[in-house]
């Protein structure tokens, strides 16, 4: 369906229920209850970066997932295609889609110049150049490129700007052709709530279309092709194909998916600084890469989704969310736990984290992914056994 | 004129000359082995030809055209395909996906962004992939990861995969080399089939006596970087100056 196989269908359309229905599955718990204060975390804010780091790690998988070249400074195109839509908001009019289209196309052009120089080194000395890269438009962002960026303040929409293709009533803040980002209906089911966004909304959709196009390009010769530069570059030089413009467009294709997650953040929200190209940002979305799992399709999806949790709901644990946790413990038993658990959230939960990427790295290298495999197996191990059993003798019968 | 000419060839490394003036001229159809004790210069040659590397001087035509300072993707597409001394396969990659590569290689050229068809809607492809492996025996493992093959799969696979390209001249260097017996019989008699099937021009690096004298029809022995003599494989067996220099180490 779709042109996907079986397979791929399936995971596509798990992807499209959890975006469209994700204000609802994020919600599991009554909005005034304490779990509910803590864990909820369907509300449009979040669920926006949920999307929008989807986006950009999917994006970052087809460079990384399937040629094996390490960009340390994909955060450099996130940030330009902010600054590209934050300008787009201040020239023309709050509509967003002038903007995203500007923020893709500029990233595209910015890898162009990043990829073509990048991409004469393999290896450690790849990853290095685009970290400098990255690191070069950070700095130069802060301070000789002020005029364009806004310098430490970071770009915003100013009253006096010229907006000169806005219209006389349109809203005040971004919006699809006078379709508000902001707005919001909620629906109230008893004690629960679950906020439909438009915002979230635009982040979906971008998300499931981000993610059927990476499907194709996986798929696609030219899927194929990147793995085998990832494979053998020498077989692939002396079976007559040319690596670099493979190469080169996996790297624009990536850095266009960056620009798109740039865009949509300052849709989401019309300002933007340096700080977002700073190499810590880069850091994040290979750690969200490798977390969900490398080259495989839903990994970026998942990785990105669990850090952003982690980020937003586990730091927001302190003592006394604890305490009231396990107030049903003794008082001296449920101090001790408090102690132990409390390094691990609040301002702590880069420590969570640190933990489970080391545990992701060492017992699943394949990431959150090859952990579903396993459990998959462990519940469905005779199933499996029996069909791909089948699966052998189907395939050998014709040869012999 | 053979369909490879080489012309006056040299190359130094700094104080080391690995080939001083080789001429040499592989007639299209045969299968030429270049002999040699270690350090003759055997496979410097060969990365000449392939353009690995450049040489300080001389001359190398291919059909006509010059080899020289293309890259290597270019001289694969010109024709000339090379298997190696360890399997070089695309080894996450499927059986089928390994012989579909060349495939799309030989109808597309060294670049062609074809980014949205998915592979297996490309049928024509599908099927010339199938139709080779048939050829060299291995369509039961078609959907097989190739790094789980055995040494000799693998091989067969390279050459699976170079004959795709339909090239005019391959050059194998050292095809048998760590192989068991069994593994060597089945990869001379491979080659023997292809050419038999094909008639592709072969350029043979080889150590093993035995393999060379199955397969070539043309020998030239090389000593310290220039061939010292060339002839037919019986010729061979009883030159003196090969003998002396090279042969007579071993038993035949």
């Known amino acids: 369906m779709l042109g996907l196989t079986r397979k791929d269908f399936t995971l ?13 599955l994020l ?51 996130l940030g330009v295609g902010s600054y590209a839509a934050v300008w787009m908001f201040k020239l023309l009019s709050f509509n967003i889609v002038p903007a995203i289209i500007l923020s893709v196309v500029v990233a595209g052009l910015f890898s162009v110049v990043i990829g073509f120089v990048s991409l004469r080194r393999s290896g450690i000395y790849f990853s290095i150049l685009t970290l400098a890269f990255a690191q070069m438009s950070y700095a130069l962002a802060y301070s000789v490129l002020t005029p364009l960026t806004n310098g430490e303040t970071g770009l915003q929409v100013y009253p006096s700007d010229p907006q000169y293709l806005a219209a006389a009533g349109a809203p005040s803040g971004p919006h699809f052709f006078g379709l508000p980002m902001a707005q919001a209906t909620t629906l109230r089911l008893g004690d629960w709530a679950f906020t439909f966004q438009v915002g979230y909304y635009l982040c979906a959709i971008m998300l499931i279309a981000a993610f059927y196009l990476s499907i194709r390009i996986f798929r696609s010769p030219f899927g ?17 194909l040319n690596a670099k413009p493979y190469m080169l467009r996996a790297f ?31 850091g994040e979305i290979v750690v969200m890469a490798i977390l969900g799992g490398v080259g495989t399709l839903i990994g970026p999806v998942l990785g990105s989704g669990v850090i ?18 396990l107030a049903f413990l003794p008082d001296g038993i449920e101090n001790f736990f408090v102690t132990v658990i409390h390094p691990f959230v609040g301002e702590g939960w880069h420590l969570t984290l640190g933990l489970l990427f080391m545990v992701i790295v060492i017992f699943l290298p394949g990431g959150l992914v090859e952990g579903g495999q396993r459990l998959a197996g462990l519940f469905g191990r005779r199933s499996t056994a029996t069909t791909a059993a089948d699966r052998d003798a189907a395939r050998q019968s014709p040869a012999e | 004129m053979g369909i490879l000419e080489i012309k006056g060839i040299n190359k130094r490394f700094g104080g080391l000359q690995a080939l001083g003036d080789v ?56 024709g000339i395909s090379r298997v190696f001394q360890t399997p070089e396969i695309f080894a996450d990659l499927t059986v089928l996906e390994n012989v579909q590569i060349p495939c799309f290689a030989k109808r597309d050229g060294s670049f062609r962004m074809h980014a949205l068809e998915p592979v297996r809607h490309e049928r024509e492809i599908g099927r010339q992939a199938e139709a080779m492996l048939d050829e060299v025996n291995m369509l039961g493992k078609a959907d097989v990861i190739a790094s789980s093959l055995s040494r ?76 010292l003599v060339e002839g037919s494989p019986d010729d061979i067996k009883v030159h003196p100056k090969v003998r002396e220099a090279y042969l007579g180490e071993t038993q035949i």
């Open chain 1, 27 to 77: 919600n599991p718990f009554p909005v005034n209850s304490a779990l509910g204060q803590t864990f909820n975390a369907g509300y449009p804010a979040l669920m926006q970066r949920f999307a929008i780091f989807g986006i950009l790690v999917v994006g970052f998988n087809i460079l990384f997932g399937l040629t094996g070249y390490l960009s340390f400074g994909h955060a450099a195109f």
């Open chain 1, 308 to 325: 952003k949790y982690l980020e937003n709901i586990v730091s927001k644990i302190n003592e006394s969310v604890l305490h009231n946790a």
């Open chain 2, 23 to 78: 001429n040499l001229s592989i007639q299209e159809n045969t299968v030429h082995a270049i002999i040699g004790p270690n350090g003759a210069g055997k496979s410097t040659l060969l990365n000449v030809l392939v353009g690995k590397l450049i040489p300080d001087s001389g001359s190398v035509l291919f059909d006509g055209q010059s080899v020289l300072g293309r890259k290597p993707f270019e001289i694969a597409q010109m």
């Open chain 1, 12 to 24: 596509f359309a798990i992807v499209v229920v959890l975006a469209l229905l994700a204000p609802v």
């Open chain 1, 224 to 240: 194929m092709m990147l793995r085998a530069i990832k494979s053998n570059q020498t077989r692939m030089n002396y079976t007559g």
């Open chain 2, 152 to 227: 000799g799969d693998k091989r067969r696979l390279e050459m699976a995969m170079c004959l795709v390209q339909e090239p005019r001249l391959m050059l194998l260097d050292e095809p048998t080399a760590g192989m068991a017996r069994a593994d060597t019989e089945n990869t001379i008699q491979l080659l023997k089939d292809i050419r038999k099937r094909r008639g592709i021009t072969m350029a043979i690096i080889e150590h093993d006596m035995q393999v060379v004298f199955s397969l070539a029809d043309r020998i030239t022995v090389m000593a310290q970087g220039t061939p």
């Open chain 1, 252 to 282: 624009i294709i990536s850095g266009m998916y960056a620009g798109l997650a740039g865009g949509l953040l300052a849709a989401m929200d019309p300002l933007t600084g340096a700080e977002r190209m700073f190499w810590t940002a880069s």
